[in-house]
């Protein structure tokens, strides 16, 4: 865990400062894609980056909340890599983009041992918010499957291209497979565990609210470049992002303070 959070951590430095201090980066990126990844970039720097590298030092150490914690801002890295490995334009940083999605992904698999859910059930299952949580999951989920789906079938029922992926230049929309393939049926599934209290679920919700955190400061960074840029945004359209990011956040932090310490003993090291 610890060494492949600090090369992660690196990696993930090169990506956004690059993206942020070397215009040619995304010099033959449209408008559009350009701000999205920009605001990607800030919020990769200053908080992805402090957040993988102080879970992945505690998670080391034995902290099972910093392990779930930094189980989710490795799902949020595996989706916006996925983006830029298969959406960016051919460039140098493109090794980078692979080499990141590639050890996250491997990382991600090789730290599940390091997870014991009868023990995280054990531990959180009296007290952790589990309604609430599953309530946010599916607040979240389905109105963005419903978002997502009107633009993608408009343009079919239109025989088009959606204007999302003309304006990114893109033969599909990326993020959209993400959401609805991954992303958002994890958030519906885990709801129904959660109010179901299967095991799973309780090591599966925090890892989600961290992914979810992040993502919506992302979503959130993203509106205010493409605004300023003028690219058709409201700084109005931050209210909902900030909320769910605020919520998904307030939601991680009880996880911890809910949690029976005495039963995370004898689980396995991270060594």
């Known amino acids: 865990m610890l060494w492949t959070t600090v090369i992660i951590v690196l990696l993930v430095a090169v990506t956004s400062v690059?993206?942020?201090?070397?215009?040619?980066?995304?010099?033959?990126?449209?408008?559009?894609?350009?701000?999205?990844?920009?605001?990607?970039?800030?919020?990769?720097?200053?908080?992805?980056?402090?957040?993988?590298?102080?879970?992945?030092?505690?998670?080391?150490?034995?902290?099972?909340?910093?392990?779930?914690?930094?189980?989710?801002?490795?799902?949020?890295?595996?989706?916006?890599?996925?983006?830029?490995?298969?959406?960016?334009?051919?460039?140098?940083?493109?090794?980078?983009?692979?080499?990141?999605?590639?050890?996250?992904?491997?990382?991600?698999?090789?730290?599940?041992?390091?997870?014991?859910l009868a023990q995280i059930a054990q531990a959180y299952a009296p007290r952790a918010p589990r309604k609430t949580t599953a309530i946010l999951f599916l607040l979240f989920a389905l109105p963005s499957a419903a978002f997502d789906l009107r633009e993608d079938i408009a343009a079919l029922l239109a025989g088009q291209v959606p204007p999302s992926a003309v304006a990114m230049n893109q033969p599909v929309i990326f993020f959209h497979v993400l959401d609805l393939a991954f992303f958002l049926p994890a958030l519906c599934i885990t709801a129904i565990l959660l109010l179901r209290r299967k095991a799973v679920a309780y090591a599966l919700a925090p890892a989600?609210?961290?992914?979810?955190?992040?993502?919506?400061?992302?979503?959130?960074?993203?509106?205010?470049?493409?605004?300023?840029?003028?690219?058709?945004?409201?700084?109005?359209?931050?209210?909902?992002?900030?909320?769910?990011?605020?919520?998904?956040?307030?939601?991680?932090?009880?996880?911890?303070?809910?949690?029976?310490t005495e039963a995370w003993a004898a689980l396995p090291s991270a060594a």
């Open 208 to 260: 989600l609210l961290a992914s979810l955190a992040i993502m919506n400061i992302e979503l959130a960074a993203i509106v205010a470049t493409m605004t300023r840029a003028g690219l058709g945004m409201s700084y109005a359209m931050l209210a909902p992002f900030a909320v769910f990011a605020i919520a998904s956040t307030i939601l991680l932090g009880r996880y911890p303070s809910s949690a029976k």
């Open 18 to 116: 690059a993206g942020l201090f070397f215009p040619a980066t995304y010099a033959k990126d449209t408008p559009y894609s350009r701000a999205g990844a920009i605001g990607s970039d800030l919020v990769d720097l200053f908080v992805v980056v402090p957040v993988l590298l102080i879970s992945g030092i505690k998670g080391y150490r034995g902290s099972v909340p910093a392990r779930l914690v930094w189980l989710g801002t490795q799902g949020y890295l595996l989706y916006n890599f996925v983006l830029y490995a298969f959406g960016a334009h051919f460039k140098a940083l493109v090794f980078v983009y692979w080499a990141t999605l590639g050890l996250c992904f491997y990382a991600t698999v090789f730290s599940l041992p390091l997870l014991s």
